[in-house]
Nanobody
Framework: QVQLVESGGGLVQPGGSLRLSCAIS????????VGWFRQAPGKEREGVSS????????SYADSVTGRFTISTDRAKSTVYLQMNGLETEDTAIYYC??????????????????WGQGTQVTVSS
């Protein structure tokens, strides 16, 4: 059964860093992209970043470009989201999800299936 489990969230001060992890099972990062999404209170869920493990192709939302970096460790079946220069606006629940189509990637949530349970990131002084 496909599963994605996020970890690494927490409370951090503005300007700080966190690294989120998404441990996957029952599919291969070589063949399927994984994306990170977030949902802040009162707002719609938005795409943050995605990666196609087999090629290394990545995409980022404009709001996080230059601050966040997505990567994979295929041996550990894990996708990471390194978040630097965190801002209060980054406060949200962060989810990872599996792209439905093999060999493709993007940031439109309708193209993703199988979601993790989410991890809370709070940026506050």
């Amino acid at each position: 059964q496909v599963q994605l489990v996020e970890s690494g969230g927490g409370l951090v001060q503005p300007g700080g860093s966190l690294r989120l992890s998404c441990a996957i099972s029952e599919f291969r990062l070589d063949y399927y992209a994984v994306g990170w999404f977030r949902q802040a209170p009162g707002k719609e869920r938005e795409g943050v970043s995605s990666i196609m493990g087999g090629t290394g192709f990545t995409s980022y939302a404009d709001s996080v470009t230059g601050r966040f970096t997505i990567s994979t460790d295929r041996a550990k079946s894990t996708v990471y989201l390194q978040m630097n220069g965190l801002e209060t606006e980054d406060t949200a629940i962060y989810y990872c999800a599996k792209y439905a189509a093999e060999g493709e990637y993007g940031l439109d949530e309708k193209d993703f299936e199988y979601w993790g349970q989410g991890t809370q990131v709070t940026v506050s002084s």
